[in-house]
Structures are given as C-alpha cells and as structure tokens.
C-alpha cells in the first residue's frame, strides 16, 4: 500500500513538472487557455468520478464553481485588505497569504455547499437529485443579487496574483497563473486517483451496482453519496479557484447553465469514471467554442453573426452523438491502458 502510494505521488509529481515545463512551448495567449482548461478539467474530474462511480447525476456542478470562487475572492480580498500597509505586504506574503487564505475559504465555502447537497442526495435519486441540482444554477443570479456582498451580476473582484520577483524575468503572467492552475490541479486530481483505485472507490462502485447488496456487505449507501458528493464539490471549488486566479473576476454570468451542463459533456465525452477522459473533455469545452469563434470571423459578417453561439451548441450536441455511438466509453477508450469498464449513465 505504501509502495503504491509512494509510486502514484512519484507519478503526480513527473506530470506536474511535466505540464510545468510545458508551459515553455506556449505563447501567453496558450498559456490562458491551458489555465482556463485547467481549471475546468479540476471540477469535470469530480463530476466524473461523481456520476461514473456513484451514478448521482449533478447538473448544476457550476455553482459549486462559483461557491469556490466566491470563496476565494472574497477571503483573499479580506485578508489583502487586513495586510496593506504591513511589512508581510511587501514580500512575498502579501500575494502568498491572501491565496492561501482564498483556497482555504473556497474549501471550505464549497465543501459546506456540497455537504447540504451531499445529504440530499443521501436521500434522493435520478431526476430529483438532477432537478435539485439544476434548480441551483437557475437560482444562482437571484441568489447573487440577493446576498449581501456578492455585487449580483457585476460579481466581486479577485485579488491580482502577481509573478514572483524571482522569476519575473523568466516568465509572463498567464505562464504563472498556468502554473498555479497546474499546481492546483495536481492538489486536486492526485487524491481524486487514490480514491478511485482503494477502497473507497469500492464502496463507490458497490453503492453504483447495488445499494441493498452493498447494505448487506456493511456498507452505508447514505453515507458514502455523500462524502463523494462532498469530494466532488471540494474538486469543483478548487476549479473555481482557478478561473477566479485566471480572470480576476467572479460573477453570476460566468456560471450559468450553458457553463454548467457543459461540464456534464466533457464528463460524458471523456468517460464517465476516467481522470484522463475527464482532462480530455476539459480541453474540448475549452478550445472548441475559440475553434467556431476563430471559424466564424472568417466567414462573412452576417452570416458570423447568426451562427454566433448557436454552431457551436450545435456542434457539441454532434460530439455528444458521434462519441457515444462510437466510443461509449467516452474518449478515454481510444486509449488501450484502460482498464475499466464503461460506467452507466444514470438514468434521469
């Protein structure tokens, strides 16, 4: 057991340094796009595992994004302000101690999110769970005008993470937010895989298959909805915590329901279940409506202008179709080391 942990940490640590290095190839422009990706592959890696290893369907996974967010910004902003004008402010301290404290905030703010969420879902199943879910990013730009120092849909500002002095002239800004977005999601991901492969992605499995056989094996289905729900939200918080580093920015807008089921297509599409499909999935939510964006401008302007934001959707919804048809095990077969067999959609 320990040689296997010791083997996955060592494993975590070649792919972080690995991407790290990698950030060298990009232009700044790539390098936001990967953070961006990022940030998204940490909270499709939580839903995945979510929906493949317990079959609770999540459709509104961008309001744990935005819990997170919020989370951070408002924590690291607090703490920024308490520090101005302090000796710790002029060092390192002064951006490393407000983004501690924001990731801290965002766990926490996510986590107790996806604890109210997790004991309904204790009790809930299929489309209940699902509407529940969905009935929170519906609610999320009401809830934002409505609770006091959110800023409704304007959002609240993220503290700027500036490039350390050391390696400010090795390095632009978007390659630093990249490699704290890269940091974070080893933070992330890493346990997410541990969990998958002991026995609490067992439990997980077990519950899946059969909640009555896996009672009578000792093991409490309520109980282990959720802790995964909770696993899962503290993933998706962590997500967030990147796209509020990314943009500076968190607001109502940038989590809707377009947002949010699209985590549920890079889910699906990269397989249920699979860590490495759900980094797939991540890429192609991220990159594919720049792809139709960079498409449409070359086309003529009126005809760009009706297909804005309407080829893309349509676009999605053939990946969705051709990949499940193809590949129901998402894009994560088209790799031969996989050893899992295709998790089942649960049913709505």
């Known amino acids: 057991m320990r040689t296997h942990g010791a083997r996955l940490l060592l494993r975590a640590g070649l792919l972080t340094l690995l991407a790290l290095g990698a950030t060298f190839l990009l232009d700044p422009y790539r390098n936001y796009q990967l953070a961006t990706a990022t940030g998204v592959f940490v909270a499709v890696a939580g839903?995945?595992?979510?929906?493949?290893l317990t079959g609770q369907l999540s459709l509104g996974h961008a309001v744990l994004m935005a819990a997170g967010g919020y989370g951070y910004a408002l924590t690291a902003t607090r703490v920024e302000s308490a520090i101005e004008g302090t000796p710790v402010a002029d060092g390192a301290g002064g951006w490393l101690l407000p983004l501690l404290a924001g990731v801290a905030g965002a766990l926490a703010t996510a986590g107790l999110l996806g604890l109210l969420l997790g004991l309904a879902?204790?009790?809930l199943r299929g489309p209940y769970l699902a509407g529940l879910t969905l009935a929170l990013v519906i609610a999320l730009p009401s809830v934002a005008s409505t609770v006091p120092g959110l800023a409704g849909e304007q959002g609240v500002r993220a503290p700027f993470v500036p490039v350390p002095d050391a390696l400010a002239a090795l390095i632009a800004t978007e390659q630093w937010h990249a490699w704290l977005a890269i940091i974070v999601a080893a933070c992330a991901v890493t346990p997410l895989v541990a969990l998958r492969a002991g026995r609490a992605g067992l439990r997980m499995r077990a519950v899946h298959d059969d909640e009555t056989a896996a009672r009578l094996a000792g093991v409490d289905p309520g109980r282990v909805k959720?802790?995964?729900f909770v696993l899962s939200s503290l993933a998706?918080?962590?997500g967030g915590v990147v796209l509020a580093i990314v943009t500076?920015?968190?607001s109502p807008g940038a989590y809707g329901l377009g947002f949010s089921l699209l985590l549920v297509v890079a889910?699906?599409?990269g397989g249920l279940g699979s860590l490495g499909g759900a980094a797939l999935g991540a890429v192609l939510v991220t990159l594919l409506p720049w792809v139709v964006d960079q498409a449409t401008t070359a086309l003529p302007a009126d005809l760009g202008h009706r297909l804005a934001g309407n080829l893309e959707i349509?676009?999605?919804g053939v990946v969705v179709i051709v990949v499940t048809v193809l590949r129901p095990g998402g894009l994560a077969d088209l790799f031969?080391?996989?050893?899992?067999?295709?998790e089942q959609v649960p049913s709505t």
Not at 47 to 52: E, Q, R, W
Not at 336 to 342: D, F, I, V
């Open 236 to 238: 998706a918080g962590l």
């Open 267 to 269: 889910a699906v599409v």
């Open 248 to 250: 500076q920015q968190v």
């Open 314 to 316: 349509a676009l999605f």
């Open 226 to 228: 959720a802790g995964a």
């Open 121 to 123: 879902a204790a009790r």
């Open 47 to 52: 839903l995945t595992l979510l929906v493949g």
């Open 336 to 342: 031969p080391g996989r050893k899992h067999a295709p």
